[in-house]
C-alpha cells in the first residue's frame, strides 16, 4: 500500500486491466481493444527493432571501406553521411559524362606548364652570301620543377644541291650556319625534347625562310605532348584539370595567332604582326603576282617581220 501512495495511486489497476481504445497502429501491430500490457510490449520491440537496425555504407566508402564495419545504426550512419557531406571535395565525385574532345588526344597538364615559350633565329648577309642562325636557351631554361631537358635536334634543309637537301644539322642549342643564297627557301626543323614526370613533351617548330633577306625573329614552339593523360575512372577534379588544359592550350594558340610575324623577302612587304595583317600582306602579294601574270599574257615582238602577231 505504501508503494501505491508514493506514486500518488489510491486505487492501482494493472495494465492487463487497461483496455487500449485508440485507432488501430497496424504498422506495429497494434488494435483497438488491446490491453495495456501486450500494447507496451509491442512498442518496446518496434523501439528497439529501429534502435538496433542497420544500413549498408559501402557505397559511401566507395566499396573500400577498409577495416570499418560497413553495416551500422541509423544513427551512425546519419552521423557518417554528415560527415562525409562536411569534407566533400571534387576528389570524391564521379563523372560519368561524355569528355568528346577532351581527353584523349588533349594536351595534358604537364604538356600545358610549356606552354607559351619562344626561341630567337636570325637571317644575316654577308657579301658572299648569307646565314641563318637560332638560339634556344630562352625557350628551354626555367623548366617547372620534376621536368629535365632532353635531346635537342635543328635540321636545315633548302634547295638540292650536288644531290642534297639538308644544309646542316647542328648541336646544341645556339648555332649559325652558312647557307648560300642559291639554296633558298629554306627550311628549319627544330624538336627538343622536355622529360616531365609523366612523360616526354616535344618542343618544335617547323620554320620557312623564303629569301636570305637579313632580319631577326621571335616564334613560339608548338608543344606535342607524348604522355597519356588516364581518362578512366574519371573524377572531376580530373575533368576540371582536363578542360583548363584545353582552354590553356587554345589561349596560347590565340596568342600565337596575335604575334605571327611573316619573313622579310626581297620583293614582298611582310607587313605587322598578327593574323590580319600576316593576311593582308599575302593577299597584296597574291594580287601583284596576278597583275604580273595578268600582263604576260600580251608581249610585244618588236623583232616581229612578216604577217605575225
Excluded at 576528389?91 to 626561341?119: N, P
Excluded at 627557301?185 to 613533351?201: A, H
Excluded at 588516364?230 to 575533368?239: A, E, I, M
Aim: charged share 15%; net charge negative.
Amino acid at each position: 500500500m505504501s508503494n501505491f501512495c508514493n506514486n500518488g495511486c489510491l486505487s492501482p489497476t494493472t495494465d492487463v486491466c487497461v483496455e487500449y481504445t485508440g485507432p488501430d497502429i497496424d504498422v506495429i501491430g497494434i488494435k483497438s481493444g488491446m490491453y495495456y500490457d501486450e500494447v507496451t510490449v509491442k512498442l518496446a520491440d518496434a523501439l528497439v527493432k529501429h534502435i538496433e537496425q542497420k544500413v549498408e555504407l559501402n557505397c559511401l566508402y566507395d566499396n573500400t571501406c577498409g577495416n570499418c564495419e560497413p553495416f551500422v545504426t541509423i544513427p551512425v550512419a546519419v552521423q557518417s553521411i554528415i560527415n562525409k557531406l562536411c569534407s566533400l571535395t571534387a576528389e570524391d565525385v564521379s563523372y560519368t559524362g561524355s569528355l568528346y574532345c577532351i581527353g584523349d588526344g588533349s594536351m595534358s597538364g604537364e604538356a600545358v606548364k610549356l606552354l607559351g615559350r619562344t626561341f630567337n633565329y636570325t637571317v644575316g648577309t654577308n657579301p658572299v652570301g648569307s646565314s641563318v642562325s637560332y638560339n634556344l636557351i630562352d625557350g628551354t631554361s626555367s623548366l617547372p620543377e620534376g621536368y629535365a631537358l632532353g635531346t635537342s635536334r635543328v635540321i636545315i634543309s633548302g634547295k638540292k644541291k650536288g644531290g642534297k637537301t639538308i644544309l646542316s644539322s647542328p648541336n646544341g642549342l645556339v648555332s649559325s650556319v652558312p647557307v648560300e643564297n642559291d639554296r633558298y627557301p629554306i627550311n628549319m626543323q627544330v624538336d627538343v625534347d622536355i622529360n616531365t614526370p609523366t612523360g616526354t613533351v616535344r618542343l618544335n617548330k617547323n620554320v620557312s625562310i623564303p629569301s636570305p633577306a637579313a632580319g631577326s625573329y621571335n616564334t613560339f614552339f608548338d608543344v606535342k605532348d607524348f604522355t597519356s593523360p588516364d581518362t578512366s575512372n574519371l573524377k572531376l577534379d580530373k575533368v576540371v584539370d582536363l578542360l583548363a588544359a584545353q582552354v590553356c592550350a587554345n589561349t596560347s594558340y590565340i596568342d600565337q595567332l596575335k604575334n605571327i610575324q611573316l619573313p622579310k623577302g626581297d620583293n614582298f612587304n611582310s607587313g605587322g604582326t598578327g593574323v590580319e595583317s600576316a593576311l593582308g600582306a599575302l593577299a597584296a602579294a597574291v594580287v601583284a603576282l596576278a597583275s604580273e601574270v595578268e600582263s604576260l599574257k600580251t608581249i610585244n615582238n618588236n623583232n616581229c617581220s612578216g604577217n605575225c602577231n
